[in-house]
């Protein structure tokens, strides 16, 4: 394959990956202004989201992702990064804020979490001026969601 078909098909690619995302461009800049201020307690972390939009307007759910621990005495053990939000900052990404809750929810039926007892922050408002949103902070991600980030061992590269 030459230089021009390998670029030509990187091209159509971006363009196949961009018509796939019907999110409109204010709520790709509301997550990432969520993303921004997301606060890993250690190391490093990803943010993740999940969107979807009903009746009601768009369900934003969002959490830090996990890591997966390669080589080494914890060897394919997933850690989850703690993280802070600044609670008054993430308000002011809302012109209206008509609901702010916060929930301890227990998993014991729940296949999609690992914990027994999940966290969230659940801000409904609008945003844009004439948007709904609901954004859900979850304390840990889905347990669908695979390892956000790899971390090797020191001594897995010797």
């Not at 159509?12 to 995302?21: A, M, N």
């Not at 939009?53 to 369900?59: K, Q, V, Y």
């Not at 979490?113 to 966290?119: H, M, N, P, T, W």
């Amino acid at each position: 394959m030459s230089i021009e078909e390998l670029l030509q098909q990187m091209a159509d690619y971006k363009i196949r990956r961009e018509h796939r995302d019907h999110r409109p461009i204010w709520l790709k800049e509301f997550i990432h202004n969520v993303a921004d201020i997301f606060e890993p307690l250690a190391n490093a972390g990803r943010v993740g989201f999940d969107c979807r939009a009903d009746e009601r307007g768009w369900l934003v759910s969002m959490y830090l992702g996990t890591t997966e621990m390669i080589g080494g005495p914890k060897d394919g053990q997933i850690e989850h990064v703690g993280f802070r939000i600044d609670i008054r900052q993430l308000l002011l990404l809302f012109n209206d804020v008509s609901r702010c809750e916060w929930y301890s929810v227990g998993n014991e039926r729940d296949e999609r979490f690992e914990q027994a007892v999940r966290s969230l922050l659940s801000v409904t408002g609008q945003v844009d001026l004439e948007h709904s949103v609901r954004l859900e902070l979850l304390g840990v991600p889905p347990k669908y969601v695979g390892p956000a980030l790899k971390q090797y061992s020191p001594n897995h590269l010797q």
